[in-house]
């Protein structure tokens, strides 16, 4: 497994991968007509826009295996003043589950605050029906704090549950 930046080269795999993997994970919290539509072009739109030009707390991480993009998690350094920096994005490739993709994922994104956003911690939301990312967020020490409702790209409302890591120590280091 190799780890990287992403650069706005990678805008076109990234938005794939997002779309994929919100249609197989977030049917029954997205509405289905969205899901069915052009999910993909949508999230090609939000990541070329989050790439034009990146912003200075933006921090995108990606997982190849063999050249081909396998994960990536998105994150924004102090966020907020309370939760600090939000995770706000961690996908990874069906294949990819369960073979410590996503922990490294999280490990680099850990490194990237203790180094640039040490004085708060890290946070992200979760579906609250995702009880796979539920249980690995868990098992990466976050803690659930609470829940909430949003309305999701697409309409409708969705329950989410923060999980949140108060020191950046409870997150595992990289190793490599």
Same mark, same amino acid.
């Given at each position: ?5 992403? %650069?706005?080269?990678? $805008? ?8 994929? *993997? /919100?249609? #197989?994970? +977030? ?11 052009? $999910?993909?072009q949508d999230r090609r739109t939000v990541w070329q826009? !989050? ?5 200075? =707390?933006?921090?995108? $991480?990606?997982?190849?295996? @063999?050249? &081909?993009?396998?994960?990536?998690? &998105?994150?924004y350094g102090r966020e907020d003043e309370k939760w600090? %920096?939000?995770?706000? =994005?961690?996908h990874v490739v069906p294949d990819g589950h369960g073979?410590? %993709?996503?922990?490294?994922?999280? %490990?680099?994104?850990?490194? /990237?605050?203790? @180094? =640039?956003? *040490?004085? &708060?911690?890290?946070? #992200? /939301?979760?579906?609250?029906? =995702?009880?796979?990312? !539920?249980?690995? +967020?868990?098992?990466?020490?976050? !803690?659930? &704090? ?13 329950? *989410? !549950?923060?999980?949140? /890591?108060? *020191? #950046? ?8």
């Open positions: 497994m190799h780890y990287r930046e992403a %650069t706005p080269d990678d $805008v076109a795999a990234i938005a794939l991968l997002h779309a994929e *993997s /919100w249609k #197989l994970h +977030y049917r029954g919290a997205y509405r289905d007509d969205f899901l069915d539509g052009d $999910v993909e826009e !989050r790439f034009a030009p990146l912003p200075e =707390n933006q921090f995108v $991480v990606l997982a190849e295996d @063999a050249g &081909c993009l396998v994960g990536f998690a &998105c994150a600090g %920096t939000l995770l706000d =994005n961690l073979r410590g %993709t996503g922990a490294g994922l999280m %490990t680099r994104v850990g490194a /990237w605050c203790r @180094a =640039n956003y *040490s004085d &708060c911690g890290l946070y #992200l /939301w979760v579906l609250e029906q =995702n009880d796979k990312a !539920r249980v690995f +967020y868990a098992r990466m020490g976050g !803690r659930d &704090c609470g829940g909430a409702q949003f309305v999701p790209p697409g309409g409708g409302q969705i329950d *989410s !549950r923060r999980y949140a /890591w108060a *020191s #950046l120590d409870d997150i595992p280091p990289v190793r490599d």
